[in-house]
C-alpha cells in the first residue's frame, strides 16, 4: 500500500513562509508526476501546484504564482512546497498527490494516492 504523509502546515501571520513536506512510502516518486492541492470545507479540491517526473516542468495556480514552489527530493522519496508571502486567503487544508500522469496536471483526477492533508492557517 501507498502511504503518504504532510506535514509542515501551521498558524503563521499573514507575510510568512511555511515548508511543507510529504513523504511517500510504498511507491517511488522518482518516476511519478506529483502534485499539491488545497481544500476547504464545502468547497472543491483546488490546484495549487505539481511537477512532472524529471522537475523539469512546473504549474502553479494563478493565486500562487511568483509566491510558493514546488519540488522533490528522490533520495528521500520526499515532495515539497514552499509557500512564501502567505496570504489569509492561502489557509486551507494542503493535501499531496501522486499520480502516472506524463505531464503535471491541474485535475486531481490525474492523481491516484492521496495524503491526509495538514491544515495551513494565515491570519492577518
Known amino acids: 500500500q501507498v502511504l503518504m504523509v504532510e506535514s509542515g502546515g501551521g498558524l503563521v501571520q499573514a507575510g510568512d513562509s511555511l515548508r511543507l513536506s510529504c513523504v511517500v512510502s510504498g511507491r517511488s516518486i522518482s518516476d511519478s508526476v506529483m502534485g499539491w492541492f488545497r481544500q476547504s470545507p464545502g468547497k472543491e479540491r483546488e490546484f495549487v501546484a505539481s511537477?512532472?517526473?524529471?522537475?523539469?516542468?512546473?504549474l502553479l495556480s494563478d493565486s500562487v504564482k511568483g509566491r510558493f514552489t514546488i519540488s522533490r527530493d528522490n533520495a528521500v522519496n520526499t515532495v515539497y512546497l514552499q509557500m512564501n508571502s502567505l496570504k489569509p486567503e492561502d489557509t486551507s487544508v494542503y493535501y499531496c498527490?501522486?499520480?502516472?500522469?506524463?505531464?503535471?496536471?491541474?485535475?486531481?483526477?490525474?492523481?491516484?494516492?492521496w495524503g491526509q492533508g495538514t491544515q495551513v492557517t494565515v491570519y492577518s
Open positions: 498527490g501522486v499520480g502516472t500522469s506524463t505531464v503535471p496536471s491541474r485535475d486531481h483526477h490525474h492523481f491516484d494516492s
Open positions: 511537477l512532472s517526473k524529471n522537475s523539469g516542468w512546473r
